[in-house]
């Protein structure tokens, strides 16, 4: 079937099927937006994870950290955790209130930072 050039090419599509076709478009948008969600949540929790991890040999109750620390200062927009912002959060707790350290041979006190063991640039 030709169209005329005053209907142009859209005008020759069936209305109903535009309309499932946008649908169907709608829904893949909102299907990826929950996955983007999901995953942003995941990364918040395993960054979560390493914090802990991290935390255990830093500090005497690695709960501390986020007792003083605003989580803000030490994320990105997406919740990831940005290393150099802990290393530096971790410097200004470990100043004002020294006895949170943990004791005995502990990275922090030897010079290690977080961002040496989670980061992977080079």
Partial sequence: ?????????????????????????????????????????IVTEQGRMLLGVWMRGVLTDPADFLRYVDLDEVTGPSGEFIWTAVDEATDRLLAKRPYLAAPGDNPWQNGVRAVDWFTTEE
């Fill in 1 to 41: 079937m030709m169209t005329s050039p005053a209907q142009g090419p859209s005008m020759s599509r069936d209305p109903g099927r535009l309309i499932q076709e946008n649908r169907r478009y709608r829904r893949r948008a909102q299907d990826a937006e929950s996955h983007a969600a999901q995953l942003a949540s």
